[in-house]
């Protein structure tokens, strides 16, 4: 049984589509969403330098772009898995590309999503003064015990002892400089306090826009980060994609989720290798693969083949 998941931002690298836009099918549908979109993805994927693909606003349609337009050159132009794939998920943004992986969007549906998220998400970040930093390590009670004194929020739970804190940056400075016993803080270079309360007004345009799509019922298991529940429903996945916007992304779920499953490999679509990384630490026996250049295509078909 084997499973395609999709990265979230943080994952973007410049020049990260240059090995890839010699691949018709890639080159394809970069052009189709660039098109879609207005957005110069082409650009972003190849000459943008760190700071501007650090921006929400570029960071998270360049991250879906680049996993809608791995699984066309995997599956075909449509991006939807084959039947030989069980299941999809995606950590954060990266459920958008699930979403298109699963059937459930269309690539134009994705990347015009995607571009209305992160512009929301970029525009709510500016409002206040926010942060982000990873806690490694430590008792999870301990760590949460501490966020809440500060006023902080877990945001991301990405298992294997690894926690995203988020909130004020007068709080995230505070537990850096005192963390929870027996962790490590590592701030994020990122513009504001994602899946918090402080992402409100992202959710309103976001939902917004959300109103006016017509979506499919999923073709394969999605998994959620909501709770790692997998969704049967388009329309409740495309309502928990809006949601998701102030709520925390709970991927240590997901991971267990498809553990529970008996999910026996995993190949991450580009840009690949952080959630290949938490399933070797949270998911042990299963196969991996990130999909990173297109000299991992043939594994990746290998392996399809070897777990369908």
């Known amino acids: 049984m084997i499973v395609v998941v999709c990265p979230g931002q943080g994952s973007q690298t410049p020049g990260l589509m240059n090995p890839w836009l010699e691949l018709p099918a890639f080159s394809s549908s970069i052009s189709a969403m660039q098109e879609a979109s207005g957005i110069d993805l082409l650009a972003h994927g190849t000459t943008s330098d760190a700071d501007t693909i650090r921006d929400t606003a570029v960071a998270q349609p360049l991250i879906v772009s680049a996993g809608v337009a791995t699984l066309a050159t995997l ?20 459920e958008i590309t699930a979403a298109v992986a699963a059937g459930v969007f269309t690539a134009e549906q994705a990347i015009k999503f995607v571009k209305t998220r992160g512009d929301a998400m970029a525009l709510a970040a500016g409002l206040e003064k926010t942060s982000m930093a990873a806690v490694i390590g430590g008792d999870q009670i301990t760590v949460e015990a501490r966020l809440q004194e500060l006023g902080l929020s877990p945001a991301n739970y990405n298992g294997g002892g690894q926690l995203v804190a988020a909130g004020s940056a007068e709080g995230i400075t505070a537990l850096q400089a005192e963390g929870p016993a027996g962790s490590r803080v590592i701030p994020l270079q990122v513009a504001g306090a994602f899946h918090t309360r402080y992402m409100a007004p992202a959710v309103a345009t976001l939902s917004d826009f959300a109103s006016k799509l017509q979506v499919a019922n999923p073709s394969t298991n999605l998994w ?28 240590d779920l997901c991971m267990a989720a498809m553990v ?37 295509l043939d594994a990746a078909l290998a392996l399809i083949s070897n777990h369908a």
């Open 75 to 94: 599956f075909g132009l449509g991006g939807a898995v084959s039947e030989n794939i069980s299941g999809v998920a995606g950590h954060s943004v990266g």
């Open 224 to 251: 959620s980060n909501a709770g790692g529940a997998l969704v049967d429903s388009g329309q409740e996945f495309l309502n928990l994609l809006v949601s998701q916007v102030e709520s925390p992304v709970r991927w």
């Open 260 to 296: 529970e499953a008996g999910v026996t490999a995993l190949i991450e679509v580009a840009p690949a290798g952080t959630l290949v990384g938490l399933a070797k630490r949270s998911m042990p026996g299963i196969e991996t693969l990130a999909v990173k250049t297109p000299e991992n």
